[in-house]
């Protein structure tokens, strides 16, 4: 991790993704039909032009029966490049927050939908996210600026 700015820097690899066809159980566990998906380490689906991503209640434990270690949502924007959130019931984490490993699958699919390697990503999960995504083929950097979520004190 680096820090430049305001911002911290970090650097992952990039996932290869592979189309795969859309199913009904994906449509049941994501509450709306993806248009796409793709499947990495994680399954990515993408949503049609106007789907209200913040407002989708998925089912966690279809979602769990799902392909993919997580499962991701994601969808165009006007304001950002895209926008999307990522659940991990499989993990015991019904939804992430910002997820670094998320946007090493999103990433890769927006670059080359959008014909550019500069992006910027909404994560729009409850607590929500900007990241700044530079996208080097097989490497992905992600900057944003950090959120304390927890404090803590241990005495020895």
Known sequence: MTKKDDLYEMNFPSYELKQVPVT?????????QPAEAYMGRDLLCVFPDGTDIENLNPN??????????????TVASDKYDCASRSFAPKLAVPEDPVCGSGHCHIVPYWAKRLGKNQLTAYQASPRSGILYCDYQGDRTLLSGKAVLYSESETFI
């Not at 966690?60 to 949502?73: C, V």
């Open 60 to 73: 966690m434990d279809k979602l769990s029966q799902l392909d993919g270690l997580l499962q991701h949502a």
């Open 24 to 32: 009904e159980e994906m449509t049941t566990a994501f509450g709306e």
